[in-house]
T-cell receptor
Framework: KNEVEQSPQNLTAQEGEFITINCSYSVGISALHWLQQHPGGGIVSLFMLSSGKKKHGRLIATINIQEKHSSLHITASHPRDSAVYICAGSLGGSQGNLIFGKGTKLSVKP | EAQVTQNPRYLITVTGKKLTVTCSQNMNHEYMSWYRQDPGLGLRQIYYSMNVEVTDKGDVPEGYKVSRKEKRNFPLILESPSPNQTSLYFC????????????FGQGTRLTVV
């Protein structure tokens, strides 16, 4: 069964802290997406990874294909980073279809 | 600007009154999909389309219909809405090719009373 598991479910941090959100996925998933959803807002794609590491500003995403594991890191966290972060896997044979994790609700306190 | 546009953003309706949520993308994407998001359950796929006139059921298709007559549009139809369809709905599109980004609409919050 194709699955994506995310942890933690909820995360509270102080401003400035380094944050890590983890995602494990099953065989059959060929690429991993990290998405961001602000309260009351739409969903924005942050990264799409099939190997290695990507960086955008204070956000870093890594993927380990052998271990089927991906992480999203936020350096120097800020209250505006407060959002739900969702990882989603693309199925190898059907690139459009996504399998979603349940999301991690991040709250960064000033 | 590349975007997926959903309308309406908010909708309150009564049980049984047919409604349509529209979705349009301006990126010439072949793949489009509808999801619903519920607390504790995350995002679940309702229907998807690989191209014009090609649609298929996702994980939770009961009570929904879709059509794909043009590449850019993928409306979600609720013929007879019920309270258990109260949810947050998202439309998404991608090229459908390997290792490409998915684009999401702003969401439609539907309440069925």
């Amino acid at each position: 069964k194709n699955e994506v598991e995310q942890s933690p479910q909820n995360l509270t941090a102080q401003e400035g802290e380094f944050i890590t959100i983890n995602c494990s996925y099953s065989v059959g998933i060929s690429a991993l997406h990290w998405l961001q959803q602000h309260p009351g807002g739409g969903i924005v794609s942050l990264f799409m990874l099939s190997s290695g590491k990507k960086k955008h500003g204070r956000l870093i995403a890594t993927i380990n294909i052998q271990e089927k594991h991906s992480s999203l890191h936020i350096t120097a966290s800020h209250p505006r980073d407060s959002a739900v972060y969702i990882c989603a896997g693309s199925l190898g044979g059907s690139q459009g279809n996504l399998i979603f994790g349940k999301g991690t609700k991040l709250s960064v306190k000033p | 600007e590349a975007q997926v546009t959903q309308n309406p953003r908010y909708l309150i309706t009564v049980t049984g009154k047919k409604l349509t949520v529209t979705c349009s993308q301006n990126m010439n994407h072949e793949y489009m999909s509808w999801y619903r998001q519920d607390p504790g359950l995350g995002l679940r796929q309702i229907y998807y389309s690989m191209n014009v006139e090609v649609t298929d059921k996702g994980d939770v298709p009961e009570g929904y219909k879709v059509s794909r007559k043009e590449k850019r549009n993928f409306p979600l139809i609720l013929e007879s809405p019920s309270p258990n369809q109260t949810s947050l709905y998202f439309c998404a599109s991608s090229s459908g090719q390997a290792y490409t980004e998915a684009f999401f609409g702003q969401g439609t919050r539907l309440t069925v009373v």
